[in-house]
Nanobody, 121 residues
Framework: EVQLVESGGGFVQPGGSLRLSCAASGFTFSFDDMKWVRQAPGKGVEWVASITSGGGSRQDYADSVKGRFTISRDNAKNTLYLQMTSLKTEDTAMYYC?????????????RGQGTQVTVSS
């Protein structure tokens, strides 16, 4: 059974930083492209960032987070990360790690339960 468990969310002031983690199990993590998506209250799911399988040599980002967020992976730990810096109020959302259904899309076959990120002064 595929399981994705996110952690690391919280409350932060604008300009602050957070690092999200996603522990993966139930599949061969290193074989899959992975992504982060988010959903703000009352809005649809938004793709945030993706990383390719294996060594993760390629990373791609939504324009809204480019230059501020960094996606990475540790295949030895079966863990996906999202380092978020220079956070803005508009980054407030539930963040999910996800697997499948297109590389840089908001679609997925599996996602975790999410971790809440709230950016507010």
């Amino acid at each position: 059974e595929v399981q994705l468990v996110e952690s690391g969310g919280g409350f932060v002031q604008p300009g602050g930083s957070l690092r999200l983690s996603c522990a993966a199990s139930g599949f061969t993590f290193s074989f899959d492209d992975m992504k982060w998506v988010r959903q703000a209250p009352g809005k649809g799911v938004e793709w945030v960032a993706s990383i390719t399988s294996g060594g993760g040599s390629r990373q791609d980002y939504a324009d809204s987070v480019k230059g501020r967020f960094t996606i990475s992976r540790d295949n030895a730990k079966n863990t996906l990360y999202l380092q978020m810096t220079s956070l803005k109020t508009e980054d407030t959302a539930m963040y999910y790690c996800a697997r499948g259904d297109g590389y840089s899309t908001s679609r997925y076959y599996h996602r975790g339960q999410g971790t809440q990120v709230t950016v507010s002064s």
